[in-house]
């Protein structure tokens, strides 16, 4: 069982950004707010996408389980994308 999703991308850092903010409003996400990546990774914190389906399976939860799934489903489309 993994509890994140992970991918490595080529474009640079700012077309990333672009790109997988793109896809994320495609899939109906949307961004809050963004993270300065290299004063983060000066205070060595490191941060990873938590995997919804995974996690929400410790709660026991059925109704969280159906938006935990949809979610992870889309949240693996738009890493495949890239």
């Not at 991918?7 to 077309?15: A, G, L």
């Not at 790109?19 to 004063?39: D, M, P, R």
């Not at 992870?72 to 994308?81: A, D, F, M, Q, Y």
């Amino acid at each position: 069982m993994s509890y994140c999703i992970k991918t490595i991308v080529e474009p640079s850092f700012d077309d990333a950004v672009l790109k997988i903010t793109e896809h994320l409003k495609n899939e109906g996400f949307s961004v809050l707010t963004e993270i300065n990546v290299q004063e983060t990774l000066k205070r060595k914190i490191d941060i990873s996408t938590i995997n919804p389906k995974e996690s929400m399976q410790a709660s026991k939860n059925s109704e969280l389980e159906i938006v935990a799934e949809d979610i992870s489903s889309r949240l693996e489309r738009v890493i495949k994308s890239l």
